[in-house]
C-alpha cells in the first residue's frame, strides 16, 4: 500500500489516509494538525542547531590541523 520511505504512493491511497483521520479524529483535526506542524518545527530547529554545532567543530578541527600543519613545515 506505501511506496519507498512510507510514504503514500497514489491520490486515492491520499484519501483513504485522510478518512481514517477523520473518522479517528474528528472535530479534534485542525489542533492535531496544529500540534504536528508545531512539533514539525521545533524537531527542524533542533537539526538545524546541532547542523550548527558540528559545523563549528569541523571548523575548529580545521584550524588546529592547519596551524599544526604549519608548525611541522617549519
Not at 485522510?18 to 474528528?26: E, H, N, P, S, Y
Not at 508545531?38 to 588546529?64: L, M, N, P, T, W
Request: avoid cysteine; aromatic fraction near 6%; glycine fraction near 10%.
Amino acid at each position: 500500500m506505501f511506496s519507498l520511505f512510507g510514504l503514500p504512493g497514489s491520490p486515492i491511497q491520499l484519501l483513504i489516509l485522510a478518512v481514517i483521520a477523520f473518522l479517528l479524529f474528528g472535530n479534534r483535526l485542525p489542533s492535531v494538525m496544529r500540534s504536528v506542524g508545531r512539533s514539525v518545527v521545533e524537531f527542524k530547529k533542533g537539526v538545524a542547531g546541532i547542523e550548527d554545532e558540528v559545523d563549528a567543530a569541523v571548523k575548529e578541527s580545521d584550524k588546529k590541523a592547519g596551524a599544526s600543519k604549519d608548525e611541522t613545515e617549519e
